[in-house]
């Protein structure tokens, strides 16, 4: 393969050792860079475990103080009592790089600071069943944003380090190997040429000093 591939000469021998010392430095950067991502990676993956189940944990207690409102109260009244919010989130993206990889940050502000602004009804006529659910949902906010701050990370992660992976298979088993059956090739073409370049030498002066001793024969 490497016959009909390379040129054997001294300058491609240079520019191939050249490449190796430089794939070599590669292939170990990029396996540290793999093994620092799939570090954090995990370390993600069991953050986002625990945010799930904190989100789900609040999301199924705010449905079931739902449904007992939902039976104590008729459904024109929280139709009613939840038509109009009166608070509002306001959402903003930004990015972190860790690794290479840019991470999304999530951040929000509500429109007012006060926290019964979450309440959009009167306590009149609604359950205090209604008041826990939305109280519920509320709470749940900050853990919901981390979520899928976590989880969009995790996704990304996840790609890098399987584009790693794959740059790292690609100098390790394919460029890696083939720049060295290279360098040997283009050695041992060399070492033939020196040795035949040799031998040839060697004849010719057998044939100049046998010309030599010739004429001097034909002197005497």
């Known amino acids: ?28 950067l990029l396996k540290d860079k793999r093994d620092e991502l799939m570090r954090q ?10 945010l799930r189940q904190k989100v789900e944990a609040g999301i ?29 989130v306001y959402l903003s993206a930004s990015k972190k790089n860790v690794m290479s ?3 999304p940050v999530f951040d929000y ?4 600071a006060d926290a019964n602004d979450i309440y959009s009804y009167g306590f009149a006529f609604t359950s205090s069943d209604l008041d826990g659910a939305v109280k519920s949902l509320a709470d749940i906010l900050p853990d919901m944003m981390e979520l899928a701050e976590c ?9 890098e380090i399987e584009k790693t992976r794959r740059r790292v298979n690609a100098l390790e088993h394919v460029i890696i190997p083939e720049t060295r059956e290279s ?21 010719v ?16």
């Open 1 to 28: 393969m490497a016959s009909t591939q390379v040129n054997p000469t001294r300058m491609e021998l240079t520019r191939l050792k050249k490449k190796l010392i430089t794939a070599t430095k590669g292939h170990k």
């Open 41 to 50: 990676f995990l370390d993600l993956a069991r953050e986002n475990m625990a």
């Open 60 to 88: 199924l207690s705010a449905n079931k103080n739902f449904v007992l409102a939902k039976a104590g109260m008729s459904e024109e009244t929280l139709r009613t009592a939840l038509m109009a919010p009166k608070q509002e």
């Open 101 to 103: 990889v840019d991470i």
């Open 109 to 112: 502000q509500t429109r007012t």
């Open 151 to 159: 989880e969009k990370a995790c996704q990304l992660m996840a790609s």
């Open 183 to 203: 360098i040997k090739y283009i050695t041992m073409k060399l070492d033939e040429n020196e040795r035949s370049t040799q031998i040839r030498l060697m004849k």
């Open 205 to 220: 002066k057998d044939m100049m000093l046998e010309e030599a001793h010739k004429y001097s024969e034909r002197a005497y």
